[in-house]
């Protein structure tokens, strides 16, 4: 398995996984497929992070096929660029269970690690969401609070937990 920044050149790829995420799984993520799916793709081209702050991590197979996917984003003001936001993560169903998902998170740290001046990742995850809150955990990151109704999703809510990791 290979993890790199994924580029312009892969964009498909990473946005026909986003878009799988975002329609099977509403309650996971902030964005909706609705809001997105119709998005001119010149559009989300131009807002496509790729930069050292900001930017999408992909998990790739030995034929090049995208498993999974993470967004960093780095705060930029003086006084919070010494954080980050790991946003978006979803593996292909076909590849969970394979630790996919954790190797994916790791290769986040490991590249935010090299980072100067950074000394936190913070992400947000579904409160009843245990499977990936025992992963985020079991990687070192803490719970620090919750937002109740952080979501709301047609008449009903979804409470988010927010955790951080220490650099």
């Known amino acids: 398995m290979e993890f790199r920044v994924i580029t312009k050149e892969e964009f498909d790829m990473y946005w026909e996984l986003r878009l799988h995420g975002l329609r099977e799984h509403p309650e996971l993520f902030s964005g909706s497929y609705e809001e997105f799916v119709n998005r001119p793709l010149t559009e989300v081209m131009e807002i496509f992070p790729?930069?050292?702050?900001?930017?999408?991590?992909?998990?790739?197979d030995e034929q090049n096929m995208?498993?999974?996917?993470?967004?960093?984003?780095?705060?930029?003001?003086?006084?919070?660029?010494?954080?980050?936001?790991?946003?978006g993560v979803y593996v292909n169903p076909d590849s969970q269970?394979?630790?996919?998902g954790r190797q994916l998170i790791q290769a986040m740290i490991d590249k935010?690690?090299?980072?100067s001046g950074l000394e936190q990742l913070l992400l947000?995850?579904?409160a009843d969401n245990e499977k990936a809150k025992s992963l985020y955990k079991s990687i070192?990151?803490?719970?620090?609070?919750?937002?109740?109704?952080?979501?709301?999703?047609g008449?009903?809510?979804?409470?988010?937990?927010?955790?951080?990791?220490?650099?």
């Open 50 to 60: 790729n930069d050292d702050h900001h930017f999408v991590l992909g998990a790739f």
């Open 66 to 87: 995208l498993m999974g996917i993470a967004g960093f984003r780095q705060e930029k003001g003086l006084k919070m660029k010494h954080k980050a936001s790991i946003w």
């Open 97 to 100: 269970g394979g630790g996919v």
């Open 112 to 115: 935010a690690s090299t980072i």
């Open 124 to 126: 947000t995850v579904v």
């Open 140 to 153: 070192g990151f803490k719970e620090f609070g919750t937002e109740p109704h952080s979501l709301k999703i």
């Open 155 to 167: 008449n009903g809510y979804v409470d988010e937990e927010h955790m951080v990791l220490f650099l």
